[in-house]
């Protein structure tokens, strides 16, 4: 067994911390133009001179403007002519004709979507770097002189390190002595702490229990579970394709379009004897008339009204991309502990054995009054269900707990022992329907069994029976636990018990099921997880994944849309996903899906109203005679329809969520 060294070396000084975060410029920027917009608009609606006013949005220009006006010039440099620019053109061309607060608008429209962009990316970076304090920084090795503390990064193959109780593990490697129980959530997701005896592996960053392990290094530290992690994140981030709103696909053309024909309309009439005036104010009134502020309101309104929607029923949408791309999803797959389940075990059964000459209450009772002095999750599961029954609690005398095997407590002057099952026929039964087991033992005779198991939330049916019929094919399941627990769950959705073939270590176990959930895989680590991923994205699903764990943020980086739980959910998982449940309430996910379809149908009736002004008056312009006032009137009347019309989705009605 692992022995306590006589002398303990004293690990390095920790590094010091990391620096306060920085401001996003971003962010910064457009603040600033959003300040100078409002100021702009009071000082003109209470009257004050028009200098006054006017300097106000020449610097919300200047502000929020010169990012976009310079990322469009590099485009220009790569031969590319994108909508920052000609957004940049249209707001000087309005202020040209004295239509400077609309130029202000579209520049405050801009530079906000630009700095919820920058923070988003920040703060996933951040995250994915702040995984790596998982693993500890140092570990202590073993040499022929005793131990040493080593960076964890310097640790060899074949390396043995000590972790002692409540450290973490420095490295993925397999036990060679000692047995202790490890929390090894982070990684596999599983709800309990695993037993680990000599042979099992274990896996860095994952937290040691009560007992002391000797560990031989399998791995270096950038070949690790948690190394391998932050690449999948960072990997899957770097090469998913850029995501574009629906107007943005269109963008080249008519931006091409539009300047071409501006251009034509200025410089042909004037090689031809037209006058420069007229000939002028011709080619303004065509730019303005034709510049997308109508088509970007036509997008944005109705986008940015379904993020405010959902925003107060508890879903936070990070873009308006992705609002727009929630809608088209045709698969949901779900991680199980704390997504699909609470992700804390509960005692579930309490099955006194025959001839034990106990009932079930006073099973609970005694089992509750040896466990309560422990920590272990199981102990406070049963404590809490005795406490619930109302259930009085004799105290515990000479409490103690073996790693590996369970407590033992003197209750009433008897002995009362908590462990795992051996092979009692009781505690397999209970097994195999996905629970965990445990037998309790009166001076030293089994007793009874006590079943535990992480509960399906209550809406956990409902949302995968509406999410079924929604995208027309059944979500699937795809978990780090075990298959027995996993089909558990299954069951819990009204999925049926067909087994299918397996799909090898990598990628878990894999059950193939009738109603309810399609498809469950278990046992699966997180490069098995984006492994599936991938698979339902080549067969043309565009596929929304759900998690709340370290584990889960590959997975939710490689999908076309990541959603994490919000109150369960790590770090990691929140700042990778594309939106967050902050209550984690699943019915609201078949509710956010039905709003960006709405909001999406709403796009296209403001593109087809916008694009229809667009044309009657560029129409007019080119081939007749339209009078800048009317243009500019008809170029306005059409931004306020489409913006009026996109405020739909910001009443309650427009939020369905699904009913229990």
């Not at 070396?9 to 600033?32: G, H, Q």
């Not at 047995?179 to 702490?193: F, K, M, N, Y």
């Not at 925003?311 to 990070?318: A, Q, Y």
């Not at 895989?521 to 997880?529: Q, R, Y």
Request: proline share 5%; hydrophobic share 50%; with cysteine.
């Amino acid at each position: 067994m692992v022995t306590e060294e006589r002398t303990r070396p004293a690990a390095p000084a920790p590094a010091p911390a990391r620096s306060a975060r920085r401001p996003v410029p971003e962010v910064r920027w457009a603040a600033m133009a959003a300040t100078l917009f409002v100021a702009g608009l009071l000082a003109q609606l209470v009257g004050t001179p028009a200098w006054c006013w006017w300097t106000l949005y020449l610097g919300c220009y200047a502000a929020g403007g010169w990012e976009p006006g310079w990322a469009g010039v590099q485009a220009l440099r790569e031969r590319r002519l994108d909508v920052d620019l000609l957004m940049v053109f249209a707001a000087v061309g309005a202020a040209a004709i004295g239509q400077v607060l609309d130029g202000a608008l579209l520049i405050v429209i801009f530079a906000t979507s630009g700095a919820l962009e920058a923070v988003a990316t920040r703060r996933t970076a951040d995250s994915v770097r702040r995984l790596l304090d998982l693993a500890p920084e140092y570990a202590n090795r073993l040499t022929a002189d005793g131990e040493e503390a080593v960076p964890a990064a310097d640790l060899q193959v074949s390396d043995v390190i000590v972790v002692r109780p409540g450290e973490r593990i420095g490295a993925d490697g397999h036990v060679v002595d000692g047995v202790s129980e490890v929390d090894q959530a982070s990684i596999t997701g599983e709800p309990l702490p695993v037993d680990k005896r000599p042979g099992d592996d274990v896996f860095a960053g994952t937290v040691n229990g009560t007992g002391a392990l000797r560990i031989v290094v399998s791995r270096p530290a950038a070949d690790s579970v948690v190394a391998r992690i932050v690449a999948l994140v960072e990997q899957a981030s770097a090469t998913k394709a850029r995501t574009q709103l629906l107007v943005e696909r269109v963008e080249q053309r008519y931006s091409i379009g539009m300047v071409a024909a501006t251009v034509a309309l200025f410089v042909i009439p004037l090689l031809l004897g037209a006058d420069l005036q007229p000939t002028l104010l011709r080619a303004m009134t065509f730019m303005i008339v034709a510049s997308p502020c109508a088509v970007v309101l036509a997008t944005m309104p109705p986008l940015l009204s379904a993020i405010a929607n959902a925003g107060r029923h508890g879903v936070l949408v990070k873009s308006a991309v992705v609002m727009e791309q929630i809608g088209q999803v045709t698969r949901v797959a779900f991680d199980k502990t704390g997504t699909l389940t609470e992700g804390r075990p509960r005692l579930t059964t309490v099955q006194p054995l025959p001839d034990a000459g106990l009932n079930a209450s006073e099973l609970l009772a005694l089992a509750a009054s040896a466990e309560e002095p422990s920590e272990h999750p199981l102990a406070r599961a049963v404590v809490a269900a005795a406490r619930a029954k109302g259930l009085r609690l004799q105290a515990a005398e000479d409490f103690s707990s073996t790693p590996g095997r369970g407590v033992t407590a003197r209750v009433g002057g008897r002995i009362v022992q908590i462990g795992r099952p051996g092979s009692q026929d009781d505690a397999t039964t209970i097994e195999h329907r996905g629970e965990t087991a445990v037998v309790v033992a009166l001076d030293r005779r089994p007793v009874g069994v006590l079943g535990f198991a992480d509960r399906l939330r209550p809406e956990a049916a409902a949302t995968v029976e509406a999410l079924a019929a929604m995208t027309a094919a059944a979500p699937i399941l795809l978990t780090g636990d075990n298959a027995a627990a996993a089909g558990r769950i299954a069951a819990g959705t009204g999925a049926g018990t067909g087994l299918g073939t397996g799909l090898g270590t990598g990628l878990g176990t894999g059950l193939g099921l009738g109603l309810g959930l399609g498809e469950v895989h278990a046992g699966l680590l997180p490069d098995g997880k984006v492994e599936h991923v991938n698979r339902q994205t080549a067969a043309g699903h565009r596929l929304l994944v759900v998690g709340d764990g370290v584990n889960d943020a590959p997975a939710l980086a490689a999908a076309h849309t990541g959603v994490a739980m919000g109150r369960s959910g790590s770090d990691l998982s929140v700042a990778t996903a594309d939106a967050v449940i902050v209550r984690d309430e699943l019915a609201a996910l078949p509710a956010v899906i039905r709003l960006s379809r709405r909001a999406r149908r709403l796009v296209v009736v403001n593109l087809v109203v916008a694009a229809t002004f667009i044309a009657v008056l560029a129409g007019w312009d080119l081939f007749g005679h339209l009078p800048l006032p009317l243009g500019v009137a008809g170029h306005e009347g059409s931004t306020v329809i489409v913006g009026l019309n996109g405020l739909r989705l910001l009443r309650d009605t427009a939020w369905r969520p699904e009913r229990r």
